[in-house]
């Protein structure tokens, strides 16, 4: 017996003794508040980002790290500056010295001593995809104008350029910019009193917010829970179209949804019969036959693969109503389903909440769902170590 305990004693004294020796683990503090279903975290050397749940969704990692803000936060990694999304995939990655936002996502960067102007949304070209708008400058500043700020490009060997802030759209439009028309800006957040920062759809809200194509009923609210009629469905439709392809629509008539059924019937975004009432709920397949048909979803460039679409969606077939509305609305990433195996529930009614985060992804190429990453994927999703969290579905 007493030698028994002696082992005993032997073995206790060896695991305090282990358990002071070994290095005590940093406890994750998060910072500030939740912004966009985020938080920020730090172990006391390095920052990451927590969910709503306070689990680290990405990893602690970072050298510097902001908040979320309409979906991008700047981070600092080995001594370099990028952009994250909030699924942890690099809108820009961590390449610059200095990255400075401007507007309607845009970011003035210096990088191994040259002064570049990016663009969040990369411009198509013959080489490839490029987020430079400007390179090889001497200095790019912000700066007071006769007609208010104005971006100034300098070169050593060649005329300054500048760019209002107000015609900041219309020259990124000219510069060959996706969805330019659609643009962010700087101060334009969301403040509703029925949506949180924990909330999942948080930053759906604020981009769709931020983009026009959504408010509340004007009682402070945005009714995140609340489904969509039709005749809303058909204003959504009518204001994404005319945008995008600048054509004139105005809200109104008697009753209120008039012009907007007018619009999509004239635009061929619906026909005489797709609908017998415009105040009913709008299923999930009724809202992707009409998203479907605007200029802005018909010219959005597929980020999944088709095939792959078609045959993976567990509740949609072929022959089904609107399928084919349904798989464009997968393969140009902006929808991925109710749930991991892609569950699209076609015959249900939709939430606010769901179509804001449609619509964004509609406007903002950047924000849209790639399925299945590769390594061949575009840069601006290319993983920043961490996994697709569930969140991402909707």
Not at 10 to 16: C, T, V
Not at 39 to 54: E, I, L
Not at 127 to 146: D, F, M, N, P
Not at 341 to 346: A, D, S, V
């Amino acid at each position: 017996m007493k030698r028994t305990v002696r082992k005993l004693s032997l073995l206790l004294s060896l695991a305090l003794a282990l358990s002071l020796a070994a290095p005590a683990a940093l406890a994750l503090e998060i910072k500030g508040t939740y912004t966009e279903g985020m938080a920020t975290a730090t172990d006391g050397s390095t920052w990451g980002y927590v969910n709503a749940s306070g689990i680290v969704s990405i990893p602690l990692r970072f050298e510097e790290a902001s908040d979320f803000s309409l979906g991008v936060a700047r981070v600092k990694e080995d001594g370099k500056y990028g952009l994250l999304r909030q699924d942890g995939l690099w809108l820009l990655e961590p390449l610059y010295d200095s990255l400075t936002p401007v507007d309607c996502g845009v970011y003035i960067a210096r990088r191994e001593g040259v002064w570049e102007l990016l663009s969040v949304v990369p411009v198509p070209g013959e080489k490839g995809a490029s987020h430079q708008l400007y390179t090889g400058a001497s200095s790019i500043t912000v700066e007071q104008g006769t007609k208010g700020k104005e971006i100034v490009i300098r070169w050593a060997d060649r005329d300054s350029a500048r760019i209002s802030l107000s015609s900041l759209p219309q020259a990124l439009s000219n510069l060959g910019v996706p969805f330019a028309s659609f643009s962010l800006r700087s101060g334009r957040i969301a403040a509703f009193s029925d949506v949180s920062g924990k909330d999942w759809f948080d930053l759906w809200v604020d981009l769709a917010y931020n983009l026009g194509l959504m408010e509340g009923p004007g009682d402070g609210t945005f009714q995140p829970y609340s489904t969509l009629t039709v005749g809303e469905a058909l204003k959504m439709a009518a204001v994404l179209d005319s945008t995008y392809a600048g054509r004139t629509f105005s809200s109104g008539g008697d009753p209120w949804y008039t012009n907007a059924v007018n619009y999509c019937l004239t635009n061929g975004i619906i026909t005489d019969t797709t609908f017998s009432s415009y105040t009913r709920p709008i299923t999930r397949a009724e809202l992707a036959l009409v998203l479907a048909a605007t200029a802005p979803v018909r010219e959005a460039d597929d980020v999944n693969d088709a095939g792959r679409v078609a045959s993976s969606i567990p509740d949609v077939a072929g022959g089904d109503f609107a399928a084919s509305s349904i798989y464009a609305l997968y393969a140009k990433g902006i929808v991925s389903g109710s749930d991991k195996q892609l569950t699209f529930r076609p015959e249900a009614v939709i939430t606010r909440s769901e179509v804001a985060a449609m619509v964004a992804r509609i406007a903002r190429p950047e924000q849209r769902i790639l399925l299945w990453p590769a390594n061949d994927s575009p840069a601006y999703y290319r993983a920043a170590g961490v996994q697709l969290v569930s969140s991402t579905f909707s």
